[in-house]
């Protein structure tokens, strides 16, 4: 099955650990879910890994969230699959910190 | 001409300040890693242009920075691109995983809590090796690196020492210090709040607690064998066995490399405190920050003083000269105090509120490096042929 380019934004302390701007395109395996975009991401900067979701369990960083089509799906499971407009590169896939402080 | 280089870990990024043997006029270079909170960084003692640095955040983790050129360029050691076609990084050098059925400790409330990774409080390079490098964790464990922090490996032996026991201080379950012996490199001794104090003379296999003497007000059991919130302990290379504790209060010493302490406060107006350290040539010289309370955590009066002792502790004088003696509130805390070891000892501090201060002449006179830093959380310092 053929990849999905995926826009994914990112916020600006991943930015600057990945040395990347507010927005990637990421070539993504099909079925293009949460997981296979974190999968992709992880695999082009790998010094990502572990800053997003954990190394082993591979669960959401609590102080995370993740972001489609101007809905929360932080809470859905990893292998849902996104909107189609996220899939035709129409809208990003965001990965943002909770708002909670400083 | 000597020269030093001093490395300041804080909230929201890292700084390095440099100076020649003076000690008079510093640039300071940063932030570094700005945004992000510098818990520790540190310079390999055999190679001083390798610094490691523990960069997190609550929100993204844990990251592991070195530097191999005196902190100019960094890099995740873990992270580089491999320069072989083909190759992917691996992407490992914040990757820190107990090792086996990790259990639980005890959670604030007394009940039961799963132990998992937060942070890394503190870096210790090895003194023989600049591919070694020890890292002290939150949830509180033990880690080493053989290839430069590019991976990490647990020390398990140190939390069967009950470690389903254990309980976070104020700041967590971290484990703040690692002291390395230099005559014994079998021998490490490292402080968890508020577990207490623990030795390996093994090379880190198997672990015994050392709080024997410890007498602490706040836990059931003011004589227990573990639950001492010990803040830091420090040592002179010269005599690995004499070791200096602050505890959360009570400052103590032990002379027999930890089987027994005795209480050394003597006229501190307060003790407690946070960071303890040795005058870089005076074994019996070391230096406090006494804080007015557990709950109040600033400075005693308004004053801020370093008290040093030249008799090994009991026997305390306050030093004031270039330091703020009124309206003052700041705290110093545990990582955020360290000396040259140039012939006039340098002793430096960091402070809550960012101002890191030097003392070029073994603490009579104090002068501001610089004033305005984010929160201070850690001070170290290489002095440079």
Redesign the interface.
């Known amino acids: 099955m053929t990849k999905l380019e995926i826009r994914v934004v990112m916020p600006y302390h991943l930015q600057t650990l990945a040395k990347v701007g507010a927005e990637i395109v990421l070539e993504v395996e099909q079925p293009v879910t949460p997981s296979t975009v974190l999968d992709a991401l992880e695999s082009s900067y790998p010094m990502l890994r572990g800053t997003i979701r954990d190394h082993l369990t591979k669960n959401r960083r609590p102080m995370l969230r993740f972001f489609a089509c101007e809905k929360d799906i932080s809470h859905e499971p990893a292998n849902t699959l996104l909107p189609d407009a996220v899939k035709s590169g129409a809208e990003p896939f965001i990965i943002w910190g909770a708002v909670s402080g400083g | 001409m000597s020269s030093v280089r001093v490395l300041v870990g804080t909230a929201k990024g890292a700084f390095i300040l440099t100076s020649d043997g003076k000690r008079e006029k510093w640039s300071i270079d940063g932030p570094l890693?700005?945004?992000?909170t510098i818990y520790h960084m540190k310079a390999s003692p055999i190679d001083p242009n390798r610094i490691y640095a523990s960069q997190c955040?609550?929100?993204?983790?844990?990251?592991i920075q070195r530097s191999d050129d005196g902190g100019k360029s960094w890099q995740?050691p873990?992270?580089e691109p491999v320069p072989e076609m083909g190759a992917?990084?691996?992407?490992?050098s914040?990757?820190f995983?107990y090792e086996g059925d990790v259990g639980s400790h005890m959670s604030f409330d007394g009940t039961p809590h799963p132990w998992a990774f937060k942070r890394i409080w503190h870096l210790e390079p090895s003194l023989w090796d600049s591919e070694v490098v020890f890292a002290g964790a939150e949830d509180a464990a033990l880690f080493r690196s053989n290839d430069g922090a590019m991976t990490w490996n647990e020390f398990p032996g140190l939390r069967k020492q009950r470690g389903s026991e254990w309980q976070p201080g104020a700041g967590g379950l971290g484990l703040h210090t690692i002291l390395l012996d230099p005559s014994n490199p079998l021998r490490i001794y490292v402080a968890i709040s508020a577990a207490g104090a623990f030795r390996t003379d093994d090379g880190g296999s198997t672990w015994k607690p050392i709080n024997r003497g410890l007498r602490s007000k706040y836990i059931p059991d003011p004589d227990a064998e573990i639950g001492h919130c010990v803040h830091r302990l420090a040592l002179h290379p010269s005599r690995p066995d004499v070791v200096f504790m602050q505890l959360h209060w009570n400052v103590m010493r032990t002379d027999n490399a930890g089987d027994l302490w005795t209480n050394i406060s003597g006229n501190l107006p307060t003790d407690f405190g946070f960071p303890i350290e040795v005058h870089a040539h005076e074994p019996e010289t070391i230096y406090v920050v006494p804080i007015k309370s557990d709950s109040e955590h600033f400075v005693h009066e308004g004053k801020l003083r370093i008290f040093r002792s030249r008799t090994g502790g009991t026997e305390w004088e306050p030093l004031t000269k270039g330091l703020p003696q009124r309206d003052c509130y700041v705290n110093v805390l545990r990582d955020a105090m360290a000396t040259d070891s140039l012939d006039s000892c340098g002793i430096y501090f960091g402070t809550t509120g960012g101002q890191v201060y030097v003392s070029p002449d073994g603490g009579d006179n104090w002068k501001a490096i610089v004033h305005d830093l984010p929160r201070v959380l850690s001070v170290e310092v290489q002095t440079l042929a």
Request: glycine residues 22%; hydrophobic residues 40%; neutral net charge.
């Open positions: 890693f700005a945004g992000w955040s609550d929100w993204f983790g844990q990251v995740q873990g992270g992917m990084p691996t992407g490992v914040n990757k995983v």
